[in-house]
């Protein structure tokens, strides 16, 4: 106790010194001594701990719009009110700001040199709010958190242990408390296909992460709010993995779960979304304070870092405009946000709770999937386990952390710039007559997580959620929060569609209401197939026959699936020994499309173009970006067979969860309604 008070002391003289150099620095600002600075700093501190967390309360909804940067002006005016209360006068706004902002530095970075733990503080806040349900979830069964961490390759972890940027996973590792389990994703490789079958059980007619259903001339979006609502509702059956009495945090689907936070699939659901859920987080001025530091400086880390690839002449996409912007909130701010979150369902007692964190994901994505900015950005998500760490030993149960991920990535230029055009091009100029296409440019997925999150925070009562959906009115499409390009829809004048998702393209001619024949397609336009098989930037092209079934064709030969019988050169040969039972089951989908497209893949140097502006990318099938990974409890026994397929990963995590006591929802018997057709039995996992 004497050490913490001497600390403490030591930390408000340092903090109380640096403020008091910075008014000197700054115009207009007095403060007769140092004594005098000593008492501001101190009715700083005393005004956020009495009044913070009232005014947060009013103004959350803008303190999430603007991702934590309202809570410097919030700072700004407790250093007026300490001014008047020390001075008897206040200087300039202006000036009050800028002192907020060295303020929250100070603590920022005299906090762990001092060796302060802000996880305590952040235990304290969140014991407070589970205070009234931790006794009655104390128990012996262990809880189970999923700590998902997106795009990232079981190779690439590999790498990242081998590198030393992981070195809490690498601890579990040598200590023997966790293992390795690779498994296999479906076509199409990306985080609505896996999301659905991992949480909910099925990813059924889930072709892509965009796709076009002919029936109603719409498309599908997975990370869409009015669709992800969709998606789920066709294939919730009630038996979600976090169905019994599980919280979803920044999930794409909900997992059935009772309590969500920027869910995609339920914002529009009060009862089990809400702002509400952020309070803890918001509430502490001192971690809120680490976390916009934090997120300025992530923004000038990636500018540094997209001008050092510039300048190395290194393959690279654009970085600049909103993206260092969006980068820092979904690095930092989303990510610090579900790890307070987290280390309140652990320390409730909440019994299974799934969370993604989509950082190394978005990082990759522009930088390259082995990069050092997207390994710094890994490295930043392997600490968060040494919080949640802390947190096991609050709660009122034992835990089980898993770490895992829904996919990988590949590394690749993208197909635009290696061959001077996009795949929505090269199909208008096959087209008989040159065609008009519909091929919207992707929304970056990173962009729907923060609007994910503002959606919440709007919705709340109070005038901070007025005020924020006066400010996101103009983006706000069927009740969601978009930004980024308006949502488009094709008309009746387009004669095809094309969407890409990363390395897959589905393309569909809007000529007839149903799903063209390889035939067909020849007939209307003896041009297309050939052009798309033959051009060096596609891998395979994959076509329904009149009478064989689907069939893949490459530049060199052919392979049928229904028989696997082929001709000349073999197109998947290099695309790994299950491709085509992955395209048999999405030629079996309902919304399969007339054209489905993979880009080419070069197995010797590993890399794909992928037919959206990524240096790393997922969707189709080739190289890494099939192959993630669960870091398991070395107790859960390991699995007889490979784990090939998403909904595979559901039944071997169910498997094991209940083999440690916990009481899942099961999914409904065979015909019962819901859930994926294809498959209707849990998996094991021996």
């Excluded at 128990?139 to 690439?156: H, K, N, R, S």
């Excluded at 609502?229 to 919730?236: C, F, G, L, P, Q």
């Excluded at 996101?472 to 890409?500: C, F, I, K, W, Y």
Aim: glycine letters at 10%.
């Amino acid at each position: 106790m004497a050490r913490f008070a001497f600390r403490t002391l030591v930390l408000w003289g340092l903090v109380a010194l640096i403020f008091w150099l910075a008014v000197l620095a700054l115009p207009k600002i007095e403060l007769p001594s140092f004594g005098a600075a000593v008492l501001t700093t101190a009715a700083i501190a005393i005004v956020n701990a009495l009044l913070w967390p009232f005014v947060i309360r009013l103004v959350l909804p803008i303190t999430v719009l603007t991702f934590g940067l309202a809570s410097l002006v919030l700072s700004a005016g407790a250093v007026v009110l300490a001014f008047q209360l020390i001075e008897g006068e206040s200087p300039p706004l202006a000036g009050c700001l800028a002192l907020a902002i060295v303020f929250s530095i100070s603590f920022t970075l005299l906090t762990p040199l001092l060796s302060f733990d802000d996880n305590a503080r952040q235990l304290r806040i969140v014991r407070r709010r589970a205070r009234r349900v931790r006794e009655h979830n104390r128990t012996d069964v262990p809880g189970v958190v999923m700590f998902e961490i997106d795009g990232l390759a079981e190779p690439v972890l590999r790498r990242a242990l081998e590198q030393g940027h992981v070195p809490n996973i690498a601890r579990w590792l040598e200590d023997g408390s966790h293992r390795i389990v690779p498994w296999e994703c479906d076509l199409s490789s990306q985080t609505g296909a896996s999301q659905a079958a991992l949480l909910l059980g099925s990813n059924h007619d889930m072709p892509a992460f965009r796709w076009y259903e002919k029936d109603s001339g719409k498309t599908m979006v997975s990370n869409h709010g009015k669709d992800a609502i969709e998606i789920e509702r066709r294939r919730s059956d009630g038996g979600g993995l976090l169905a019994a009495g599980g919280a979803s945090r920044g999930n794409m689907f909900s997992g059935d779960a009772p309590r969500c936070s920027a869910t995609m699939s339920v914002l529009r659901d009060r009862e089990r979304s809400g702002a509400k859920e952020y309070f803890s987080y918001f509430a502490d001025p001192y971690g809120l304070s680490r976390t916009v530091a934090l997120y300025l400086w992530d923004v000038l880390l990636e500018r540094r870092a997209a001008r050092r690839q510039r300048k190395a002449g290194a393959e690279h996409i654009d970085r600049g405009g909103l993206y260092p912007w969006m980068r820092g909130a979904i690095t930092v701010v989303i990510r610090d946000l579900n790890v307070a979150l987290l280390m309140g369902d652990i320390v409730e007692g909440i019994p299974v709770v799934y969370s993604t964190f989509v950082g190394y994901d978005e990082v990759a994505h522009h930088s390259g999937i082995e990069e050092p900015d997207a390994f710094a950005v890994l490295k930043q998500h392997d600490a968060q386990l040494k919080r949640l760490e802390a947190a096991v030993e609050q709660a009122p149960r034992p835990y089980r952390l898993v770490v895992l991920s829904d996919h990988g990535q590949t590394q690749g230029r993208p197909f635009r710039q290696r061959y001077g055009l996009e795949l929505g091009e090269l199909v208008s100029q096959a087209l008989e007559g040159g065609g008009d296409v519909f091929a919207p440019a992707a929304t970056d997925e990173g962009l729907s997580n923060v609007g994910g999150a503002l959606t919440d925070a709007r919705d709340e009562e109070g005038t901070g959620a007025k005020l924020l959906a006066r400010a996101t009115r103009d983006q706000l499409v069927d009740g969601e929060v978009v930004l980024g390009p308006d949502r488009a829809e094709p008309s009746a004048e387009h004669e095809a569609v094309v969407l890409a998702s990363g390395g897959l393209g589905l393309i569909s001619l809007t000529e007839r209401d149903h799903r063209m024949s390889r035939e067909e397609i020849d007939a209307a336009h003896p041009k297309l197939l050939e052009t798309l098989r033959r051009h060096p930037g596609i891998g395979f092209v994959m076509v329904r026959a009149d009478d064989g079934g689907a069939v893949v064709l490459g530049g060199e030969g052919e392979r049928g699936l229904a028989d696997d019988a082929v001709s000349g050169t073999d197109p998947l040969a290099h695309f790994g020994p299950n491709a085509a039972d992955h395209l048999r089951r999405t030629d079996g989908f309902p919304h399969c499309p007339d054209i489905l497209v993979n880009c080419m893949f070069d197995p010797e140097a590993n890399e794909v173009a992928p037919f959206e502006e990524f240096m790393g990318s997922h969707g189709g099938i080739g190289g890494w970006q099939s192959h993630p990974f669960a870091l398991v409890p070395s107790e859960w026994s390991p699995p007889v067979a490979p784990i090939v397929g998403v909904r595979a990963m559901h039944d071997a995590l169910r498997s094991w969860m209940q083999r440690e006591g916990l009481e899942l929802v099961a999914h409904p018997a065979p015909g019962a309604g819901g859930g994926d057709p294809e498959t209707t039995t849990e998996g094991t996992t021996g």
